[in-house]
């Protein structure tokens, strides 16, 4: 064969060509094809390996891709003539996220995550695993989801902490439960346009998080359903684009958890008790409804929360529906340039480099929200004295990506408490705090 090239390429060249020259020319086209045979062979057999969002390694094949990541989140409280008083939180820097993610696909249909968190508290150092699942997509559009994940009620619960908008979540935040342990399936038609999930979880969740890595308090379940629609118009350049909307409800029984223990609310930015239940017991139907609306053009963006909820509590003879309503509202602007993409990262235009003139994203932040629990819980045994049973926040802030995966935030807060709170040093109807965060994620 070898000679039929000679042959043909000595007839190809004429006369001029030298022997030598196409001897030569052979010989590297050879080398080249060998080559070719050589990385086919080896990509077969040899595993991928880069550094990008973390680190990620791809099998041969490509059925079994991990990623492995992590984030670090430090916060810093400190209030404006804090009482010193146990029903708020101490000045401090605190760990809010110290997290280390394994996540990946098998055989292209299962997804998987592990994620371990360890935070700091009062008491110390404080483990959990926040979200832990197995994901099945046997079609283009539908997953089930196994394990411990985000429960699908409001934005708020849905979004991860690395995209909050404010350094900490609103006070909608108190109401929803966060991850919890249970089944969920998703699904989507139309590219996304419509979208729904359904989940049934241990309803464990009576405050945020309460379910967390945890058994559940009794036998009953909570079944929760979400329904979403977005990208009406596919022109990237339409106000429609980006638009987004989403309803969901839940229903569930509660028995016999002592509102004592299952229902002390505290604000979530500043961390001030402001309504400590002490009577009565969560036994009946909790039920949840919600609507959700986000949207971003250009650099703005903007978002809402709407709740309303109601807990069965019982007291003795006594039994009263307990009725709680929170909301809030988040506007943001980008200063440098950037597309604001609701709930995703910000990926600075020019990223910190003061040689070459790049200073990072800066962004404004803004958000006033609000909750209101019903008076009824007084019938169950609980007195508002020198308590509120009422909440209003105003939140103003700057975000700062020096690089897309560094972030450095600081928010004003002002908290307005509707009846006042009695703290050791006297009554406070307003509260005026700074909150802080360094962040990094790969």
């Keep these: 064969m070898w000679l039929v090239c000679a042959f043909w390429t000595c007839a190809q060249d004429g006369p001029a060509a030298s022997t030598q020259e196409r001897i030569l020319r052979l010989e590297e086209d050879q080398r080249k094809r060998q080559e070719e045979i050589d990385r086919l062979r080896g990509s077969e057999t ?62 292209r249909d299962f997804r998987f995550a592990l994620r371990a968190d360890m935070t700091s508290t009062l008491g110390g150092a404080s483990a959990s695993l926040p979200s832990t ?41 108190a109401f929803v439960p966060s991850t919890e342990l249970g089944i969920k399936a998703a699904s989507e038609a139309w590219g996304g346009i419509l979208g729904g999930q359904i989940a049934l979880t241990n309803g464990r969740g009576h405050l945020s998080g309460d379910g967390r890595t945890r058994n559940d308090d009794n036998d009953e379940k909570e079944l929760t359903l979400r329904l979403t629609t977005t990208r009406w118009v596919d022109a990237e350049d339409s106000p429609l684009h980006r638009l987004f909307l989403a309803f969901y409800g839940s229903l569930s029984d509660v028995d016999d958890v002592p509102m004592a223990t299952g229902f002390d609310l505290e604000t979530t930015e500043l961390g001030v008790t402001f309504l400590d239940a002490s009577a009565g017991t969560l036994d009946g139907r909790r039920r949840r409804a919600g609507s959700e609306i986000s949207w971003s053009l250009g650099p703005f963006g903007l978002r809402g929360d709407f709740l309303v909820r109601t807990d069965e509590a019982v007291n003795g003879a006594v039994r009263e529906e307990i009725p709680i309503r929170a909301w809030e509202a988040t506007a943001t602007l980008l200063l440098t340039g950037e597309e604001k993409s609701m709930g995703d990262r910000v990926i600075p235009l020019h990223p910190f480099d003061p040689v070459q003139g790049g200073w990072g994203a800066v962004e404004l932040a803004f958000r006033i929200g609000g909750a209101r629990v019903g008076r009824e819980i007084e019938k169950l045994g609980t007195s508002l004295a020198g308590q509120s049973n009422e909440v209003r926040t105003f939140t103003a802030g700057i975000n700062w990506f020096p690089a897309a995966n560094v972030r450095l935030s600081s928010n004003a807060v002002l908290e307005e408490y509707g009846d006042g709170i009695d703290f050791a040093g006297g009554r406070e109807d307003r509260l005026i705090g700074f909150l802080a965060r360094f962040q990094l994620d790969f």
């Design 133 to 173: 699942f197995l994901a099945w997509e046997p079609t283009p559009g539908f997953t089930l989801v196994f394990g411990q994940f985000r429960v699908p009620q409001s934005q708020e619960a849905v979004t991860a902490t690395i995209f909050t908008d404010c350094v900490e979540r609103s006070i909608v935040a």
């Design 46 to 107: 040899q595993w991928s390996l880069s550094f990008g969002e973390g680190l990620r390694i791809r099998s041969p094949a490509e059925d079994l891709e991990l990623h492995l990541g992590g984030r670090f989140i430090e916060h810093v409280r400190a209030i404006a003539g804090r009482p010193d008083d146990p029903r708020i939180s101490p000045d401090s820097f605190y760990v809010r996220q110290a997290l280390i993610l394994l996540d990946g696909t098998l055989s």
